[in-house]
């Protein structure tokens, strides 16, 4: 099946420092990415869908200047966590969408602020 | 908004079947889907049904729809411990950008 692959699957940062996080799709061209936010024993929080070539759309309550999304290329979408305080930890994963037949997810990405 | 539930926890022994069972309020699904994380994990899409369908088995797995009650369930046959996740309902949301979760339920096998 279609591939989602994101990097880094675990970082660390100091607090006040950015953190950037790619999802790439591998095997297919996804012009809409999307990217969710899981706190501990919680369902996936959508934060954001990111569209190829265009400005990404942000959900109620996110940050788009502490969350910035970039989504250049087909294959390609990054959210960069800006000035990273310890309540941004959190497991964030990223979806592209294929075809009909459902969303693609990546490996996640475990963000831990010290 | 649209809305997916589901139950929060099953435990079941070693080769007794699991169901796990979710609601939906968007009655305008195209397909509703089953996922499974595993611990540290991100999500695995286990299997989909479309939604003029009334089930879909796909070896261990056994997926009903009634659209009517806008109920899911997943079967799986025979567990076994590596089947020890978290498994989500989704539901694409109305503008059919995005998917919708439940909260997930985690499922327990003891050997």
């Known amino acids: 099946g279609a591939v989602v692959s994101q990097h880094p699957s675990r970082v660390i940062c100091k607090s006040g420092t950015s953190v950037k996080i790619e999802c790439r799709s591998l095997d297919f061209q996804a012009t809409t990415m999307f990217w969710y936010r899981q706190f501990p024993k919680q369902s996936l929080m959508l934060m954001a869908t990111s569209n190829e070539g265009s400005k990404a759309t942000y959900e109620q309550g996110v940050e788009k200047d502490k969350f910035l999304i970039n989504h250049a290329s087909l294959t390609l979408s990054t959210l960069t966590v800006t000035s990273a305080h310890p309540e941004d930890s959190s497991f964030y994963i990223c979806?592209?969408?294929?075809?009909?037949?459902?969303?693609?997810f990546g490996q996640g990405t475990r963000l831990t602020v010290v | 908004g649209e809305d997916v539930e589901q139950s929060l926890f099953l435990s079941v022994r070693e080769g007794d079947s699991s169901v796990i069972n979710c609601t939906y309020t968007?009655?305008?699904?195209?397909?509703l889907y089953w996922y499974k994380q595993e611990p540290g994990a991100g999500l695995q899409l286990l299997t989909y049904?479309?939604?003029?369908?009334d089930m879909k088995q796909d070896q261990r797995l056994t997926v009903l729809l009634n659209k009517k009650d806008k109920h899911l369930s997943l079967r799986i046959a025979d567990t076994q411990t590596g089947d020890s996740a978290i498994y989500f309902c989704a539901d694409f949301n109305q503008a059919g950008t995005a998917l919708i979760f439940g909260k997930g339920t985690t499922l327990s096998v003891s050997s």
């Open positions: 968007d009655s305008s699904s195209t397909y």
């Open positions: 049904i479309f939604s003029n369908m």
């Open positions: 979806s592209a969408r294929g075809g009909g037949s459902g969303a693609f």
